[in-house]
């Protein structure tokens, strides 16, 4: 079993950067394909990005491409999440994620339900 610890988020302009972390305990993260979602206020939690094993594949959705950037170093068990220009839409509680088992295919990569530990989620607010 693997518990994830997330750091980072809180409250920045629009346009500004932030960067969350994400770091785990138990076991190693190289065994594990990672992935970061969000959860905006009364809505459901969705698919931001996914990295493979040795983080030499990674998978966007549509609406962060180009902004964010996912990476990883398995040596200090830890998973980041770049984000830059924010808008005010990316406002959200933001969680990290570990995959055990599995391809790194796109279609399966952004159901919640792929997914087996998550972090416990960190507060991202960008003001207009």
């Known amino acids: 079993q693997v518990q994830l610890v997330q750091s980072g988020g809180g409250l920045v302009q629009a346009g500004g950067s932030l960067r969350l972390s994400c770091a785990a305990s138990?076991?190693?993260?190289?065994?594990?394909?990672m992935g970061w979602f969000l959860q905006a206020p009364g809505k459901d939690r969705e698919f931001v990005a996914a990295?493979?094993?040795?983080?030499?594949?990674?998978y966007y959705a549509d609406s962060v491409k180009g902004r964010f950037t996912i990476s990883r170093d398995n040596a200090k068990n830890t998973v980041w999440l770049q984000m830059n220009n924010l808008k005010p839409e990316d406002t959200a509680v933001y969680y990290c994620?570990?995959?055990?088992?599995?391809?790194?295919?796109?279609?399966?990569?952004?159901?919640?339900?792929?997914?087996?530990?998550w972090g416990q989620g960190t507060q991202v607010t960008v003001s207009s």
């Open positions: 990295i493979s094993w040795g983080g030499g594949t990674t």
């Open positions: 994620a570990a995959r055990s088992g599995g391809g790194f295919i796109y279609a399966t990569l952004r159901r919640r339900s792929e997914y087996n530990y």
């Open positions: 138990g076991r190693t993260l190289s065994s594990y394909v």
